[in-house]
């Protein structure tokens, strides 16, 4: 059961970067951004390449996370060119250039990895490395709290970044977009640097999940932005969404205990692991459906 | 950076005028919805407009008139078909929206439409203060910043410069339309916009938000735009007063001639102009 648990924190840190990549797009941008399930691979193809390659895993962490941010600047300008003046609260051109950047980033992952999986076996990662230099062996407990330094940085990194003036802007157009237009700011490119952030994040957690599980495989991402949205909701619902710096807090807190349910999940004998993509889209449909549901039901 | 806090009475001082006001002009200036469609509307048909610097204008005319499509060309929301726009001489009819509002401020007549309500009021009026300058990665709320925002709260009398920290979606329209004109004034726009912003309150609110206005464009001597569609309002305030119909100025009342102008005196001449302007617009249409 410990080790479960060690194992469920493990799977809820490494995501957890991902979570506040969906956050940041899907709240404070509000940008139903599709380019997640892309962009996790990226960075893991990115990181793994470099690896097998012989560059620092250190450094091939910081290039998959790059790659990430490259992605959505990438979708930043397919929504530039596609949306129309008008249309602010149309989310068409969003979704469409997240799934054509995702789409398009399929071919681009195959071409960087030149196959559809990378083993990294046998290789010396970022866990390595670190384990080696404070002389421990980073599994279990270790790795948890290893990841759990690393979640603490990015937050309050995020944190501090969503306070700033640029931070600001990029909250106001989530909350008000004519409004901080006529304030003089350029959604546009403020938008471009909000995902491209965003996408950094789900691409980090890529490069460490890879580095983790030992592998970079095409298919690793597929469903991800659906479970980093289950990590959003569970956070925001269970700890609640009273100031920003809480609010990033909440949402590390969901991404554990979106992967605890799944590890007790899949201790039930009839649930088989390869069921859990239909139950996070049940879960997230009720979530986001019961609200709606409820409004109905009050008013009929 | 020093700790600045002073005491409310002697930071509640009115604000000076930067002297940056600007004189405005609209030469010739055409817009149409719709065009090439069953529902082709002239908005615009060539709006000629003068405004000295420091010049308060009340705009005042029938639904449909163009006063509303007139300020959203001036602030870039909709470009304009034909026409130059003049900002001291300069013409910003090209600049996309944001970049006009560098120099123009604007106030709505929906009190939400002007403030981010999950953000607290004093990072509302930190980014008012950035209009017109980079925004890069400087704490947004610094104490320095802290101090003129303050200051700008407490002009208008209603407490908010003791709860800085409150999210704005839960003051009242009212308070929310004070913000929205501390916002669009406090980084002392060149041009001043104001589109029916006190319609949507209710009368009391909507007396004080006014007096408010009036305060801070005469302190700040701010070039100003003021639809209404109350004529009494547009009487009371400003020095010159503007007409439209259709689409057209039909009439333009310099400070001399408005200081006697009655709300009779002004459907007298509504009556005159629009009739005639009926007349040429039937001629034009055949």
């Not at chain 1, 410990?2 to 940008?31: I, K």
């Not at chain 1, 790059?66 to 959505?72: E, I, L």
């Not at chain 2, 900002?87 to 006009?100: F, N, Q, T, W, Y």
């Not at chain 2, 979606?169 to 501390?182: D, H, P, T, V, W």
């Amino acid at each position: 059961m410990l080790v479960t648990l060690s194992s469920a924190l493990e799977q809820g840190l490494l995501y957890c970067f991902m979570v506040l990549g969906v956050y940041l797009t899907f709240r404070v941008l509000d940008f139903p951004d599709l380019t997640v399930d892309g962009s996790m691979t990226l960075g893991a193809s990115v990181c793994a390449v470099l690896i097998i390659n012989g560059a620092s895993p250190f450094l091939a962490t910081l290039a998959g996370t790059a790659s990430g941010a490259a992605a959505g600047i990438v979708t930043g300008f397919i929504h530039i060119l596609l949306k129309s003046d008008s249309a602010d609260t149309n989310y068409g051109p969003k979704l469409i250039s997240g799934i054509l950047t995702t789409t398009a980033l399929y071919t681009v992952n195959l071409r960087i990895m030149g196959r559809s999986n990378i083993p990294l076996l046998g290789e010396t990662t970022f866990f390595d490395k670190l384990g080696s230099m404070l002389n421990v062996r980073m599994v279990h407990w270790p790795l948890v709290a290893t990841l759990a330094v690393l979640a603490v940085i990015v937050k309050y990194l995020l944190d501090w970044f969503l306070h700033t003036d640029l931070g600001l802007s990029m909250r106001a157009i989530g909350d008000n977009e004519q409004m901080i237009r006529s304030l003089s700011v350029n959604t546009s490119v403020t938008r471009v640097i909000g995902l491209a952030v965003a996408n950094a994040l789900v691409a980090l957690t890529g490069s460490l999940v890879a580095q983790q599980q030992g592998y970079t495989d095409i298919g690793m991402s597929v469903g991800v932005l659906v479970a980093g949205l289950a990590g959003v909701i569970l956070g925001e619902a269970i700890f609640g969404t009273r100031s920003v710096s809480w609010v990033l807090f909440s949402v590390i807190a969901g991404s554990l205990v979106y992967r605890t349910l799944i590890a007790l999940g899949l201790r039930v004998d009839w649930i088989k692991p390869t069921d859990l993509k239909l139950l996070t889209a049940l879960f997230v449909m009720i979530a986001l459906g019961a609200p709606v549901i409820r409004r109905k039901l009050v008013k009929s | 950076m020093t700790a600045a806090t002073g005491s409310p009475s002697d930071s509640c001082a009115l604000p000076r005028p930067s002297g940056r006001a600007a004189g405005f002009e609209c030469r010739d200036i055409r817009k149409t919805f719709y065009r090439n469609s069953a529902f082709q509307i002239q908005a615009l048909c060539g709006v000629d407009l003068t405004v000295a610097p420091g010049d308060f204008v009340t705009i005042i005319g029938s639904n449909g008139a163009g006063k509303s499509t007139l300020l959203n060309v001036i602030a870039g929301t909709f470009s304009v078909d034909g026409g130059e726009l003049l900002l001291d001489g300069e013409d910003i009819s090209k600049l996309p929206e944001h970049a006009r509002a560098a120099f123009i401020g604007r106030v709505f007549q929906d009190p939400r439409a002007g403030t981010a309500p999950s953000l607290t009021i004093e990072e509302n009026m930190c980014l008012a203060l950035r209009r017109g300058r980079r925004r890069g990665l400087h704490m947004g709320v610094d104490s320095s910043r802290r101090q003129v925002i303050r200051e700008n709260l407490c002009l208008v009398e209603m407490g908010l410069e003791k709860r800085p920290k409150t999210q704005v979606a839960k003051l009242s329209g009212g308070q929310r339309q004070a913000m929205s004109l501390l916002m669009a004034t406090i980084a002392e726009p060149r041009l001043l916009l104001l589109d029916e912003h006190t319609a949507a309150l209710d009368p009391k609110v909507a007396a004080t938000t006014m007096e408010l206005t009036e305060r801070v464009v005469s302190a700040r001597r701010l070039t100003t735009l003021m639809v209404t569609h109350n004529m009494e309002l547009a009487l009371a305030y400003g020095n010159r007063l503007i007409m439209m119909h259709a689409g057209r100025i039909i009439l333009n009342v310099g400070p001399t001639e408005k200081k006697e102008l009655t709300v009779a005196g002004l459907v007298q001449k509504f009556r005159d102009v629009a009739g005639e302007s009926f007349t040429t617009d039937r001629m034009l249409l055949d």
